[in-house]
């Protein structure tokens, strides 16, 4: 395990200076048409606390977030002591893994033909009931294992970039009504409720464990075997369908939010035709006042 988590980390080290470097070259930095004013933060937090779509966002990525970390945190044991499986491991994650970015593509298609929130609540179901799957796999079967992993993980390309699509919309919404752009808060805001969830999610599995008395580094009980199946399925199942059902209420759809980049596309293209209008005359006034 310290071998295996060395090797993760290496590889992160590894990979940031490559990605940050493709981000900062590849993705352009928009002028700002107009300076965007200084907002206290009392205003912004009241602002955020207010926003009915926001707090449902919330709520269903910290369900997500929730249950990604209870998996995630139980992973190497349940594939040690359930599957019976420990030197296939890191195997059995990349196919988690690999299964979640390649099914982007197909959450974005899902997403166009329907709707942001119907395909992110779907993606939240669909990873609900795939966990049951998980009951059905034997002991020493690695295709199995694979396999269920790869359905499982079909869900979560959608948890993330699709919370941070609807974010997009719900801070346009935000910027109509208030006049200035909050998208920085928005998405630090989003940012840290996954955060909370990735740390409430290992804290309720390993409490359930320590009180049932499971012990990864002891052989094995038949009870021991039960409580971490029961545990790495049974809670992240009820915060997906929680987080699912709480997304599917989710009120600004494509038409309104279609309606709200019009409002603004008109708002600050009128912004710009004034600093336009407005800059000739300060020119020539500038020139008056030279020539006098």
């Known amino acids: 395990s310290v071998e295996r988590a060395s090797a993760m980390g290496l590889e992160i080290v590894l990979a940031l200076p490559l990605t940050f470097g493709v981000a900062f070259l590849t993705v352009p930095d928009p002028t700002p048409t107009r300076p965007a004013p200084l907002i206290p933060i009392r205003e912004s937090l009241t602002a955020l606390a207010h926003d009915p779509h926001l707090r449902r966002l919330l709520a269903a990525e910290f369900c997500l977030a929730s249950a990604l970390a209870i998996t995630g945190s139980l992973y190497v044991w349940f594939a040690e002591d359930v599957w019976q499986l420990p030197d296939n491991t890191s195997l059995i994650l990349l196919t988690y893994f690999g299964a ?92 840290l409720t ?61 038409a309104v939010h279609d309606e709200i980049r019009q409002q603004l596309e008109a708002r600050d293209g009128a912004d710009t035709s004034r600093v336009t209008d407005h800059e000739p005359a300060i020119d020539g006034d500038r020139h008056a006042g030279d020539i006098a």
């Open 100 to 191: 979640a970015v390649i099914s982007m593509p197909l959450w974005v298609r899902l997403a166009e033909r329907a709707e942001k929130h119907r395909a992110f609540s779907f993606a939240l179901f669909y990873g609900a009931t795939t966990l049951a799957l998980y009951l059905i796999v034997p002991s020493n079967s690695l295709i199995g294992a694979m396999a269920g992993s790869f359905l499982y993980g079909l869900a979560f390309g959608a948890g993330i970039f699709l919370a941070r699509a609807m974010l997009a919309d719900i801070a346009d919404a935000d910027a109509l009504e208030h006049g200035t752009p909050r998208m920085g808060i928005y998405f630090s805001t989003l940012t």
């Open 194 to 254: 996954a955060k909370v969830g990735g740390a409430m999610g290992p804290f309720i599995a390993y409490n359930i464990l320590g009180w049932a008395g499971y012990d990864p580094n002891a052989a094995v009980t038949p009870s021991g075997q039960a409580w971490l199946m029961a545990t790495f399925i049974v809670p992240p199942a009820l915060f997906l369908l929680v987080g699912g059902l709480i997304a599917r209420k989710h009120k600004l759809t494509r």
